[in-house]
């Protein structure tokens, strides 16, 4: 059984940092692509940040040079590193997964890579205020 659950989400202000965690387990350990997404309200979930199995990663071009993603060296833990933050990205943050490396290969701004991921956490909010 997959199971993802985030943290570390809450309220910083204008410039601040935020490092969210996606503690995983149930998924392959070589077949696997996780990511990071956000939802502003009324709106599709956002894809934000992409990591395979093996380790690459990329981030998606409106929030790249601010989030970066990475994995654990040791744990099943995502993380989702946010600099320099605003309002615009007050929003709830997903994590999302499939036991799947080809999905990691669609374009991530694509409708096929969100709809893509199978499991999906229960989000944690952030806020961010000026």
């Known amino acids: 059984q997959v199971q993802l659950v985030e943290s570390g989400g809450g309220a910083v202000q204008t410039g601040g940092s935020l490092r969210l965690s996606c503690g995983f387990s149930?998924?392959?350990?070589?077949?696997?692509?996780v990511a990071w997404f956000r939802q502003f309200p009324g709106k599709e979930r956002q894809a934000l940040a992409k990591?395979?199995?093996?380790?690459?990663?990329y981030v998606a071009e409106p929030v790249q040079g601010r989030f970066t993603t990475s994995k654990d060296a040791n744990e099943n833990i995502l993380y989702l590193q946010m600099n320099d933050l605003t309002p615009d990205d007050t929003a709830q943050y997903y994590c999302?997964?499939?036991?799947?490396?080809?999905?990691?290969?669609?374009?991530?701004?694509?409708?096929?890579?969100?709809?893509?991921?199978?499991?999906w956490g229960t989000g944690t909010l952030v806020t961010i205020s000026s």
């Open positions: 149930g998924l392959p350990a070589v077949t696997y692509c």
């Open positions: 990591l395979r199995a093996n380790g690459q990663t």
């Open positions: 999302a997964a499939v036991a799947s490396s080809e999905v990691c290969s669609y374009d991530i701004r694509s409708n096929t890579f969100r709809l893509g991921m199978r499991y």
